[in-house]
């Protein structure tokens, strides 16, 4: 069968909008990209920062919020089901106003108790590619959080001891 040229003209369109939905979802493996499915482990969950140990227990109303960040709780990469269980996640953050990554990171469940930590030095070289202000790839975070269903909010820390919020997400259960 021969295709004219005003037929194949007419159908280009939708040929390369077809290529171009064919490649997404196929990123390198980084937390973006990463599947859903989360690795199961039996080993006990990561000791939590140093710095965040004394901050377990408390709760968001213990800490001044802000706005002025952005960023996405984008997966969970592990789940941890041995003697200390709960779960590695993984996304990225930025302080709009500072123009920086937060160092350090929280995570607070439903109830607004602080129940992990984690902090960004992880390269994300795809967000300042998507968002202009972002100047850094270093804006990835990796977290270790003490629960294993239920929504879980990061927060990054802003160097005035405030909290904002970057994502929330189910970690599934």
Known sequence: MRISRTTSARWAPALALLVMLTGCGKDKDDAAGAPEVAVKSTAALPDLPDWAKPLMGKTLQDF????????????VKVR????KPGVEAAGWAWLTEHKAAPVQLLFADIGGDIVGAGETSIDRPDVPKALSDVTTTKVGWRGVIRATSGKITALAALPDRSLCAVG???IGG
């Open 64 to 75: 001044p919020t802000s706005k002025a960040c952005k960023g996405a709780f984008d997966v």
């Open 168 to 170: 929330t997400k189910d």
């Open 80 to 83: 941890h089901a041995g003697e």
